[in-house]
């Protein structure tokens, strides 16, 4: 996703065409992280009677994953 948005950043500021939504890899990633949120404000649901805890954990959660995601964009940059 990171890299996605850079290419396309880059290529619109080289062209100065305003290049077309997000994609599909931004999507599946967003779609992935909010999977696992979802998992896990259900795993603590299951285990805890706070609500508040249960959604604290899914946002954390979620952040964590797409920090993840950049981190692996940050180590693995791509081919120029």
Do not use: N
């Amino acid at each position: 996703m990171w890299r996605e948005l850079a290419a396309k950043r880059l290529v619109g500021a080289e062209t100065g065409m305003r290049q077309p939504g997000v994609g599909f890899y931004s999507f599946g990633l967003l779609f992935c992280c909010g999977v696992q949120a979802l998992a896990a404000h259900t795993y603590v649901s299951s285990h805890s009677d706070s609500s508040t805890l249960a959604i604290a954990v899914a946002v954390v959660t979620a952040i964590v994953c797409l920090g993840i995601s950049f981190g692996i964009a940050r180590l693995r940059p791509s081919a120029k």
